[in-house]
């Protein structure tokens, strides 16, 4: 199975300003990768998926690229409500698995 | 709207075993693959386990394999996973998650509100 890894571990910026969240994976995964959010207290929600699309009801500030390796998620303009933990995930078909990398922290 | 509602987390000894079980609604649940996925403090998500929806395939994340069995009663739109030989490792928040496009191949999303299992003597 592939390994996430991200970076950076921890991102403090203020609102206004723009976020750029990476993941790489250990081997090639095509578009095959999710950006999760997660507010304090709160599940995981999905933001975008298959590298690029934004999930339903997620501001056109948040964007993803990305393919292979290299994947980047992207927030513009920073929102107050935007602080939160993201995670990457990949799926493999076979052997069936799913992995998550172990998240950037945005911060105020 | 999707409801998931987990229960069955607690207290539990090392060694012992659970039965945790999700509640779903508002969804065709008999349509939809589903999956467990749990998070310890502080930690990212972990996938543990996936169920088609007539219950035809199971997947297990290795971790896990042999001490965890997940099945599902679709005339209850209910889900459950089975674990046994516990160890501290498993104290987490588990989650039932359906996938976005009901099978294997969607993403995992929404997520309930998790049930906690603590393993501690």
């Known amino acids: 199975e592939s390994v996430l890894t991200q970076y950076p571990g921890s991102l403090s910026l203020s609102p206004g300003e723009s976020a750029t969240l990476s993941c790489r994976a250990s081997?090639?995964?095509?578009?095959?990768l999710a950006w999760y959010q997660q507010r304090p207290g709160q599940a995981p929600s999905l933001v975008i998926y298959?590298?690029?699309k934004r999930a339903t009801g997620i501001p056109a500030r948040f964007s993803g690229s990305g393919s292979g390796t290299d994947f980047t998620l992207t927030i513009s303009s920073l929102e107050p409500e935007d602080f939160a933990v993201y995670y990457c995930?990949?799926?493999?078909?076979?052997?069936?698995?799913?992995?998550f990398g172990q998240g950037t922290r945005l911060e105020i | 709207q999707v409801h998931l509602v987990a229960s069955g987390g607690g207290v539990v000894q090392p060694g012992g075993s659970l039965r945790l079980s999700c509640l779903a609604s508002g969804f065709n649940f008999s349509d939809f693959g589903m999956h467990w996925v749990r998070q310890a403090p502080g930690k990212a998500p972990q996938w543990l386990s996936y169920?088609?929806?007539?219950?035809?395939?199971?997947y297990y994340a290795e971790s896990v394999k042999g001490r965890c069995f997940i099945s599902r009663d679709n005339a209850r739109n209910s889900l459950s996973l089975e674990m046994t030989n516990l160890t501290s490792d498993d104290t987490a928040l588990y989650y039932c998650?359906?996938?976005?496009?009901?099978?294997?191949?969607?993403?995992?999303?929404?997520w309930g509100q998790g049930t906690l299992v603590t393993v501690s003597s």
């Open positions: 298959d590298a690029s």
């Open positions: 081997r090639r995964v095509g578009k095959s």
């Open positions: 995930q990949h799926r493999t078909n076979w052997p069936p698995g799913i992995t």
């Open positions: 998650v359906p996938p976005t496009t009901s099978d294997w191949y969607g993403w995992l999303d929404p």
């Open positions: 169920i088609k929806n007539d219950g035809g395939d199971r």
